[in-house]
């Protein structure tokens, strides 16, 4: 009896080998079945990965905007340049010798200079008071030293010590640094960085919250199926497993979504802005969410299903048992 | 195979549905297990099953003390026990095939087995023919075979089922019983509940009787 036991239970169990292979086998089949039972009801999936989608998107694209102004504004950094407008009965000669004396300087690069009358061409072409200005017999404008600091003393220390050297000299009337503004724009995008930080941290909880509540839903519809599953000996892996890949599918669909909408919200105002910065005689190309964080944002997105999934299996696979 | 000594099983509700039941069953033995309603058969089985834990007392099935069992290995436990439902427990969104093919994806069986495996199964219940319906579509009888099959497919070497002939004509009835019977043939052991008199007086298996939670009788055939 106890050898005919035995035999029976060889005969009853696949070797390992088998099992291993059919374990991999069973994870592909449960992964396009996950697949296939989501495609049956495409209006309510749709629903759910819009949702995941435009979540996803919000922060995403308001990272993308931040980082696009990032780029743009950091190449003003470098151009940080001092104004120093010199007192109106300074002569063109002697305002190129000035010119020639800063340059000398150790802290400083390059010295431009902008005559009076340079300064009224250039204002007469870009701001269109042209004929108000005319209509002046005597140049309102001050001739102008722009001088730029050396790159390696952009340090706010060093280019304040420049700044209060220009407003001593004697033939200075006011100078000033061009950067305080980008500063504050600065100060501005961090706090708008955080912001999005914040905003994303939120809507990937409501991601995770409204996969978790689509997949509680799910195991109740199948909750006959589960009871089933595990009357005939299915270990709770194996009834987890086809929640977990329709999370994973919920993730990767709302993923793509919440890129297709950042890509073609990027698209539908790219030459707008193209407008509005070459209005600023500025050249500079939107740019959209780069490969790398593309990739991210797929995978934050299918983390966010599993681990949506994952906790809303834990919590009520447990409670359905055949009674 | 099955040994109770003692097993008390009382509900959360309170209610003593088994009170100190002692019996032994051999390895390849069928029995019949009845009783009125409510005498606490289907408690029985599931105590046996793992499906209910007994209060007192101890289960032992295939030389496992079942306190000893842990949630956990409970799914495992359970591919060595065929059960049988009145309501069949059929999933009814997959054909025949799929269904019968269950147990052998859970263990994990290949492919090429599976195949082999669910047809002799289907066979030997005489549904060779129908591995592509639905379930839905098959008569109350055929209904409760495509079951039997399913709990036989993994060749356990337990099998259990309760009142398996509860909707069905005698004719029918005593189909099933063959097909028990066969198994037990073959050495396994065989437990079925059924309050269904007239049929198991004709046949010759040993007879548990459950009153009131309490095991009242236990009869061997007379030969
Ligand atoms: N989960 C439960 N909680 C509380 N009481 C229960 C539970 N399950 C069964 N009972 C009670 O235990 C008693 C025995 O039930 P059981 O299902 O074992 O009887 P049975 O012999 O199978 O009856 P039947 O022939 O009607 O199927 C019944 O009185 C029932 O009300
Ligand atoms: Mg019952």
Sequence with gaps: ?323 | MIRFVNASKRYSSGFDALQNVSFHMAPGEMAFLTGHSGAGKSSLLKLIALLERSSRGQVIVNNQNLAKVSRRRIPYFRRNIGIIFQDHQLLFDRTVYDNVALPLIIAGFSHNDIGKRVRAALDKVGLLGKEKKYPITLSGGEQQRVGIARAVVNKPPLILADEPTGNLDPELSAEIMNLFQDFSDVGVTVLVATHDIALISQLPYRTLTLKDGKLVNDSQPAL
Excluded at chain 1, 165 to 189: E, G, P, S
Excluded at chain 1, 214 to 227: G, M, S, Y
Aim: one cysteine or more; hydrophobic letters at 45%; proline letters at 3%.
């Design chain 1, 1 to 323: 009896m106890n050898s005919n036991k035995r035999k029976r239970e060889t005969l009853n169990r696949p070797g390992f080998i088998t099992l291993l292979r059919s374990y991999f086998l069973r994870h592909v089949q449960v992964f396009f079945y996950s697949l296939g039972q989501l495609s049956r009801v495409p209006i309510s999936t749709l629903m759910t990965c819009m949702v995941i989608g435009i979540a996803l998107a919000l922060p995403m694209g308001l990272h993308t905007l931040l980082k696009n102004a990032q780029q743009l504004s950091g190449g003003w950094e470098s151009t940080a340049q001092i104004s120093v407008f010199l007192k109106k009965k300074i002569t063109a000669s002697q305002a190129q010798k000035i010119q020639s004396d800063i340059q000398r300087w150790p802290d400083v690069i390059s010295v431009d200079y902008i005559s009076r009358e340079r300064a009224l061409k250039e204002f007469q072409a870009l701001s269109g008071f042209g004929d108000a200005l005319k209509a002046l017999n005597t140049n309102p404008l001050p001739s102008v030293l722009i001088v730029k600091p050396k790159l390696s003393q952009t340090n706010e220390q060093a280019t304040q010590k420049l700044l209060s050297k220009l407003r001593n000299l004697k033939q200075t009337d006011k100078a000033q640094l061009d950067m305080q503004w980008v500063r504050r724009l600065y100060a501005i995008m961090n706090i708008v960085e955080r912001g999005v930080l914040i905003l994303g941290f939120l809507l990937a909880l409501a991601v995770l919250l409204v996969v978790g509540n689509t997949i509680r839903l799910a195991i109740q519809n199948r909750r006959k199926e589960i009871v089933v599953m595990k009357l005939i000996g299915g270990t709770d892996a194996f009834i987890r497993r086809p929640f977990l890949y329709t999370g994973f599918w919920y993730g990767l669909f709302g993923g793509i979504i919440a890129w297709m909408l950042v890509s073609f919200t990027m698209l539908s105002i790219s030459s707008p802005i193209e407008k509005l910065t070459t209005l600023y005689q500025n050249q500079f190309e939107l740019s959209g969410m780069s490969f790398l964080t593309t990739l991210s944002l797929l995978g934050i997105s299918i983390i966010l299903g599993l681990v949506g999934s994952w906790f809303a299996v834990g919590r009520h696979l447990r409670e359905i048992e055949p009674q």
